[in-house]
């Protein structure tokens, strides 16, 4: 009678990377799956129940990877998207409009996942703080605070790309100015 051997990891990598492959259809994209296929596996270890073929579980985890990947990339693009579509009805559909939102849109893109998330929600979707809060499973106090940081972000950039995008010769934006009242200056 011979006993079979019992697959291990090492002798799974061939099928998961082939199998990634197949799905994403880039050798790099492949490799990042299969990393991220290892890792949750590695941390769900103690959901494998004896008994359970590792190779079957561990195409499961892959394909479910794959797919969470897959969605995460359409919200990102939604997100894109629709501050897209805001910032072109409130900018000119002039060259320095498509410029400036091509700018805020490499602006929003570069914030943390929790703060881009954050901002979404109350800015785009206009979810009132605290439902918000519930969506994200979060505090009130941390959603709070993650705009705080995102909108800081954002006037951060907006002030030095607005220095960068307007020409020299452009009329300056009047600015408001203190001008102290009393009778002294009414009398001059």
């Not at 997100?79 to 000119?92: I, K, M, R």
Request: charged share 30%; glycine share 6%.
């Amino acid at each position: 009678m011979m006993l079979r051997k019992r697959p291990d990891v090492l002798d799974l990598l061939v099928p998961l990377r082939r199998y990634a492959r197949s799905l994403t259809r880039d050798p790099a994209q492949a490799d990042d799956l299969v990393h991220d296929t290892l890792v949750r596996a590695l941390e769900r270890q103690g959901s494998l129940r004896p008994g359970t073929n590792l190779r079957t579980w561990l195409m499961t985890v892959l394909h479910n990877a794959f797919i969470d990947e897959q969605r995460r990339r359409k919200v990102e693009a939604r997100y894109a998207d629709a501050l897209g579509h805001l910032v072109e009805e409130a900018t000119p559909p002039a060259q320095e409009g498509h410029v400036r939102l091509a700018q805020v849109r490499e602006a929003f893109q570069r914030l943390p996942a929790e703060q881009r998330e954050a901002l979404h929600l109350v800015t785009i979707e206009g979810l009132a703080y605290q439902e918000a809060a519930d969506v994200l499973g979060i505090p009130i106090g941390t959603l709070m605070s993650r705009l705080g940081r995102a909108r800081a972000a954002l006037r951060t950039i907006e002030s030095g790309g607005a220095r960068r995008a307007a020409p020299e010769d452009a009329p300056e934006r009047p600015r408001l100015r203190v001008v102290e009242g009393g009778s002294s200056a009414r009398a001059s």
